[in-house]
């Protein structure tokens, strides 16, 4: 989650930055509207229920696939891995 957030504020950046842009010397000069709390809270759980959705596929692959090793404890698989050569 923390890898997709790094991403996404960057992209946020750019995308609020073009948003605050489109009002800028016309008659809508500063009135780029923001999310309110609830509006970002909901946006919240949707990422973070999207994020965690594909998990458990990612970790049954990576448990096949000859190129990962757990050397941990097998339940543990996709929460620590090493790269096997």
Sequence with gaps: M???????????????????????????????????????SDAGRTTIAGAAKPWPLWVAEVQCHPLYKNEVHPMTAGVLLFWSR
């Design 2 to 40: 923390v890898v997709a957030q790094s991403i996404y504020t960057a992209q946020n950046a750019r995308v609020q930055r073009a948003a605050m842009g489109l009002g800028a010397g016309g008659a809508d000069e500063g009135t780029t509207r923001f999310l309110s709390e609830r509006e970002a």
